[in-house]
């Protein structure tokens, strides 16, 4: 498997766009994208649990139901979400994509992301429609550009690897980077790929692929009401068609995951204010839940996150975050470490604290990517999620976000 | 019923005091407290549910099976959690107050709170134990500055009420700031009252209590190792003795009600960092146990918390913690308003943005109290919850708590 470019365009036959429409007062910021298949694909989405979700998301459900899109349209700026006329409005912004690229009225994606409550002005959009269509090409990171809220990092990528012989390539796009706390769904991620694969088969890789990925990332504890994870597959990279488990799935998963865990961890590290990538690690819990319990409980607490963000190795938090977390473990056996590129330190053992060397502990944590890591000595269960830390700037970002 | 000075010590019989042993190296801190009632109490308490537990509660829990006790001893600076030797460390605390005040040595509850998993160093405590008794007299005020950690306001409070014409007095102190989000229980807190009840019907009273109180506050999300509910009702007051419900149980409940929501707002008024108290009230859900999820929610949610920092009314934040809170609502039928002393504002009706001004918005956000009120239109539910915002401060204090 090689990292290739071409983030979502890296794969045969899809295009891409992005630009400035006027939903942004900014015009500087693009606030519309547009992702194209050259034949209908085979897709699929999953979508958050918040019981407020965005109209977007609810038009694109019906749209998808008989597994077949070809274009994702997007715009940022106005999540289009607890409006009274947000599911006409999804409509008809899809309506202008499939008129537009004389495709099928329900072979689209809709998605919206930014403020909620306030009314999607559709002319911006109806106006940009040509100039979108047209400027159709191999532009992932505009599209990336057009998905974005707060972020303040593009978030791309793409990988090639081999099926029987025949080179595949899968691309992916993501927008973080507030209210993030995905919960069975998340987050707007646009994935495409060129592999021939079942409907059925999609959905299996992208519905377990998720629990050990967007489901463990963390910025805020808020589930947010708009994001989802789409990927279509238009198979034209001509493999023999994916219809089961076996060693073709599994090499398709493989791809998958490296490119959802890479963009789990863009999303966590660019977090709104966010200084530091967190990523806690867990190993020998009882079960798989209960170390993923474990691991999502110390990237939620703020005051953990506040702590990696003054460089301290206050280690009673992780403990005390593990304690709440819902998992089944004996404190009395956890030992508990901060790693990054300068070092690993063991900061407590079986529960309790061991002499080490703050000078060392700041060292290490003050590096831009900290590993926390929570050994529980009491089985197999391992888990990972992704977080970020809590700063000035999350606050600021968040105290005035509609003006 | 009647608000009352004497905090702690309004009640027959009860002493208190507070000084700097040395825990802490500020001198100007206190960091050990004590709180004596002249004849053995009735006495119980309730805890974190917290896997990781302070030693102390686990000591308080065993001291507390006959349901008796005559004093509380409670140091702050460190929380005798995590530590190999805490067992150890909370009986000898225990033990040189049972010594002094010679009482039975398991008459006393012992609370610790500050940073955990460093080892607690008697010496201190032992030096400074005569200083603590020869002093005991009206002083809640010194005991309550005795248990502060990063609070910035002292929290106590006294209430004077009627049972069967007989005048009885309750008062309680409390410590926040952080790491608070109660489950079960929660906090520091103790409570006085010379009422004579039986300790069957004191524990009744405290674990109804705590549901709509102390378990409805939020600072962050935090669930603490160390904190506990304690209540010492000694009897002096001669009332006949409260054996089973009825009208003198329900007088107690309501003042002890009123001493419990009162440290509940103090506490979240004081959250760390906090420019804000935050109240959420719910009512019209379809049951209790929905609007409490829809409180808490909302009142936890990070951006909820910094908007209102801000003072910026993004209502879309309030509706999306109340879609993903778990409790059966149906978010077409939602209203929201907020409030405060200069004002009240309709900002949602039926799941949907209302026009409203944004300057009169921002007049009413500005205040210190401020109440955002969601009415889901679906039964007879009600619940209140109270948090803080989220500030710069809250980052500061927590990024480095230790140093």
């Known amino acids: 498997m090689n990292i290739i470019d071409g983030g979502i365009c890296a794969a045969e036959g899809f295009t891409a766009n992005g ?18 298949s050259e034949v209908p694909a085979a897709s699929c989405s999953v979508y958050t649990t918040n019981l407020v979700k965005g109209a977007p998301l609810i038009v694109t ?23 009274a006329d947000g599911i006409f409005i999804a409509e008809t912004m899809s ?8 495709i099928k009225a ?9 403020v909620i409550g306030q009314k999607l002005d559709l002319t911006p959009i109806k106006n940009g429609m040509k100039e979108l269509c047209s400027g159709l090409g191999n532009k992932s990171a505009d599209a990336a550009e057009g998905i974005m809220t707060t972020d303040t990092a593009l978030k791309e990528i793409a990988v090639s690897f081999e099926i029987g012989g025949t080179t595949c390539k899968i691309g992916g796009i993501a927008k973080g980077s507030g209210m993030i706390h995905p919960n069975m769904a998340t987050m707007l991620v646009f994935i495409t790929t060129d592999v021939n694969i079942s409907r ?3 959905q299996k890789a992208l519905s377990t692929d998720i629990q050990k990925t967007f489901n463990m990332v963390s910025i805020d504890g808020d589930t947010s009401t708009n994001d989802m994870v789409s990927i279509m597959a238009n198979g034209m990279a001509g493999n023999k068609k994916i219809t089961e488990e076996g060693a073709d799935f599994a090499e398709f998963m493989k791809a998958l995951n490296t490119v959802t865990v890479y963009l789990c961890r863009k999303i966590a590290g660019d977090g709104e204010g966010a200084t530091k990538l967190l990523e806690c690690v867990v190993t020998g819990a009882k079960t798989e839940q209960d170390a993923k319990k474990v691991s999502k409980s110390v990237i939620c607490s703020s005051l953990f996150k506040a702590a990696m963000f003054g460089a301290d190795a206050n280690w009673g938090r992780v403990l005390c975050a593990a304690g709440y977390s819902g ?3 004996d404190v009395n ?15 407590c053992k079986d529960g309790a604290g061991v002499d080490f060397s703050e000078e060392t502990a700041k060292e290490i944590l003050s590096e831009p990517e900290i590993i926390v890591k929570l050994e529980l000595g009491d089985g197999q269960g391992e888990a990972t999620a ?6 000035y700037d999350y606050v600021k970002i968040n105290g005035d976000y509609r003006t």
């Open 200 to 202: 059925e088969m999609l």
């Open 95 to 102: 309506e202008y994509a499939s008129d537009a690229l004389s």
């Open 327 to 329: 998992a089944d473990i």
């Open 386 to 391: 992704w977080g970020c830390d809590l700063t």
């Open 106 to 114: 329900d072979d689209v994606i809709v998605a919206s992301t930014g």
């Open 333 to 347: 056996k956890i030992d508990v470490y901060f790693a990054s590129s300068k070092g690993t330190i063991n900061v």
């Open 19 to 36: 630009i400035h429409c006027g939903i942004r007062k900014n015009k500087s910021k693009k606030d519309l994208a547009l992702i194209y």
């Open 61 to 83: 459900k019906k749209h998808l139901e008989n597994g077949v899109a070809q274009a994702v349209i997007c715009n940022s700026g106005n999540a289009n979400t607890c409006n």
